[in-house]
């Protein structure tokens, strides 16, 4: 424990040497919590391409897509990423590792990295096709990692990423939002309290927006410390109803999904470029239950249909997805650094509670982020 960093950094590259096997939490197959198992023998992570580092999991943040992917979510279209041209026989995933979150420091660089070195504190959000970082070790693509914010610790640090990557990813590159851009214009957020919600008021408060947000009334107080300008609960009633009253907005950014596209486009300004961004998409789902090809087919027929029906009322339709993003996530080291955007850890774990942290994501009503410490 009182070993510095770049002193266990040291011992951990030496002992690296000689390791195959590490601790890791793991999935032999999809199901219920009970699937989950501990083992210390799980594959060392190895460098395959000359773009890859090692990072030595010090903190593990998990999202809600941990449990759904322990069920089997999304495993088709993750399968194809994994082996897109399906050398390998199916289940051939397993054991898997889940995580989607890391901090940590760097252990082993391959040739073509330049950007990072050995020792290096940094975070990343690890796509879905990759192993996950409920482990010791994790490889990365170093365009997926970024140093770590200096004001943050491990733990606070495994708040961010993957939350922070979807966001920026959602409202940044789908809803065209900038620093440059945002100043006064009203945006509205469903579904405040939970990771995604919390970092996106910071970071669009950071921009100069006016923030509304929808949450439980018992997430009122929570959400406006993180710097919300107006708060509708979303448990008295038909959200909608109060929502209508107000003045229109110029981005939705949707986290709840279901019902919520009935009502939610009514919200914007007609044609003024305003944009409905949804992270709730069947997109997964769809690959699940019709195979690559037809799924991929009906997402791209129902987006279509959707975009056009809102289109000719002057609005924009969208759907937005995570995606990794290392430069993102130097940009928001910066605001982090710069106090504009706090970790919000809801509940922590150490590595021998995983099971309990993944039952504590899938109880739902999240204020913030579930993050395991793993060492
Ligand atoms: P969390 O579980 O962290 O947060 C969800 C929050 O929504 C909770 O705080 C919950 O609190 C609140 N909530 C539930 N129902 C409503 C409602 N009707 N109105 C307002 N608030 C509500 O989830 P994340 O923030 O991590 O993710 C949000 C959604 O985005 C999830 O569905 C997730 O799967 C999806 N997502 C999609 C991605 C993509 O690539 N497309 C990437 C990342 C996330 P309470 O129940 O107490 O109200």
Same mark, same amino acid.
């Given at each position: 424990k009182s070993l510095s960093v770049s002193s266990q950094a040291r011992l951990f590259s030496t002992s690296r040497m000689c390791r195959t096997v590490m601790p890791a939490w793991v999935i032999d197959k999809y199901g219920s919590n009970d699937v989950l198992r501990f083992t210390k023998n799980a594959s060392f992570p190895i460098?395959?391409?000359?773009n890859e580092v090692i990072v030595k999991v010090f903190a593990a943040g998990l999202n809600p897509l941990d449990v759904s992917m322990r069920g089997g979510y999304g495993a088709a279209t993750l399968s194809m990423k994994r082996d897109p041209v399906n050398i390998k026989r199916s289940g051939s995933e397993f054991p898997l590792i889940l995580g989607r979150d890391v901090s940590g420091v760097i252990m082993e660089c391959g040739l073509d990295v330049k950007y990072f070195r050995e020792r290096d504190e940094v975070w990343a959000a690890i796509p879905p096709w990759k192993q996950g970082s409920l482990a010791e070790f994790v490889v990365l693509s170093a365009n997926e990692v970024s140093h770590k914010p200096? +004001?943050?610790?491990h733990t606070q640090a495994a708040a961010i990423p993957y939350v922070a990557t979807t966001a920026w990813s959602a409202l940044?590159?789908?809803?065209?939002? +900038?620093k440059d851009n945002c100043a006064n214009k009203r945006i509205l957020i469903l579904g405040g309290s939970g990771g995604v919600g919390t970092f996106a008021i910071q970071m669009l408060k950071a921009w100069g927006a006016h923030v509304t947000v929808t949450c439980s009334q018992n997430a009122e107080q929570f959400v406006k410390g993180l710097g919300a300008d107006h708060v509708v609960d979303y448990t008295s009633g038909p959200v909608e109803e109060p929502l209508s009253a107000l003045e229109k907005f110029d981005l939705i950014l949707d986290n709840v999904g279901g019902d919520t596209e009935r009502w939610a486009l009514n919200l914007l300004k007609p044609w003024s470029g305003a944009k409905y961004v949804t992270l709730v998409t069947p997109f997964l789902q769809n690959t699940d239950m019709l195979g690559i090809a037809d799924g991929m087919m009906q997402s791209a027929a129902t987006m279509a249909t959707k975009a056009l029906k809102h289109l000719i009322k002057g609005v924009h339709y969208r759907w937005g997805f995570y995606a990794p993003s290392g430069p993102a996530l130097d940009e928001i080291r910066e605001m982090v650094d710069a106090g504009q955007i706090q970790a919000v850890v809801d509940e922590t774990f150490n590595f021998s509670q995983v099971p309990q942290a993944f039952e504590k994501v899938e109880k739902g009503h999240a204020r913030g982020k579930t993050v395991v410490q793993i060492s």
């Open positions: 460098i395959d391409f000359p200096k +004001s943050l610790n940044v590159n789908t809803g065209g939002l +900038s």
